[in-house]
């Protein structure tokens, strides 16, 4: 049995070396993080 897993993972590593798939959700900012906040308070910037 553990034959047909290593070549289920080998296949499946051939798959996504050839045709990665893409998942845009994990690439996908939603915006400015609580660093640059805190950045532009400590500098008196207001952004409205």
Sequence with gaps: MTIWNHISHFAFA???????T????????RGPGPACARRTTSLGITLH
Excluded: D, G, K
């Design 22 to 29: 893409y998942r845009p959700e994990r690439h996908y900012m």
């Design 14 to 20: 051939v798959r996504e070396f050839v045709a990665p």
